[in-house]
């Protein structure tokens, strides 16, 4: 099935709640970085693409009519080439708020090293910021570049950009859907991330 909705935005502006918001709005099924858990068998694939590996957009998110967050993220410029008909979701909040979010979750889950060969070590801490997460100027730089080259790539008719608390009405707006009669969903908080990667045995505290 063709994606319908392509999500741009780094991970930790909001891609979760706007994962379980699509889903919601029966936009979905939404890939996000939560599908490729150790037990999907994307996984694979996924990681064989990241490391070199022939992109094969159509298996790689059989069974989705959206994504959002990394891994998807990261290829947005070839995925909106790939889906001509898809809409494009931006999804932002200011670079300082997204910086703190980021240093205490992802950026000390990189630092613990742990599965060196996953995506997060070899697509976001190698690709996505050249090696240099850890650097606060060189990561607010590369996430300043990324929202900008989708606002100057992107056709502003199939462009949103939902900022952190934005909520269902410029969503629902845009998709055409109405407005649901329940609050918009917030989820992946940094002490979420924290806690589940503890049940794992991975401290990143």
């Given amino acids: 099935m063709p994606l319908k909705v392509i999500g741009t935005g780094f991970g930790r502006t909001g891609t979760d709640s706007m994962r379980n918001a699509l889903n919601m709005l029966g936009v979905g099924p939404t890939h996000h970085m939560f599908e490729l858990d150790e037990n999907s068998p994307l996984r694979q694939p996924w990681r ?19 994504c959002v967050d990394w891994p998807s993220a990261h290829y947005w410029r070839e995925l909106i080439v790939a889906y001509p ?18 240093e205490g979750t992802i950026l ?26 850890d650097d606060r100027e060189h990561a607010i730089a590369t996430y300043n570049r990324n929202v900008a080259d989708v606002i100057a790539t992107v056709d502003p008719d199939r462009l949103l ?6 909520g269902w009405e410029p ?17 992946n908080t940094s002490g979420d991330f ?12």
Wanted: proline share 6%.
């Fill in 48 to 66: 064989d693409m990241v490391n070199g590996a022939e992109p094969d957009w159509e298996a790689l998110f059989a069974g989705y009519n959206a």
């Fill in 85 to 102: 008909d898809a809409k494009v979701l931006l999804t932002m909040r200011s670079p300082e708020s997204w910086w703190a979010s980021f």
């Fill in 108 to 133: 000390k889950y990189i630092r613990s090293g742990d599965e060196p060969d996953g995506l997060t070590q070899r697509l976001i801490a190698r690709q996505v910021f050249d090696g240099r997460a």
């Fill in 161 to 166: 950009i939902h900022n952190l608390g934005d």
């Fill in 171 to 187: 969503l629902c707006a845009w998709l055409g859907v109405p407005v649901p009669d329940i609050e918009y969903p917030s989820g």
């Fill in 194 to 205: 924290v806690g589940r990667l503890s049940a794992r045995g991975v401290d990143i505290t």
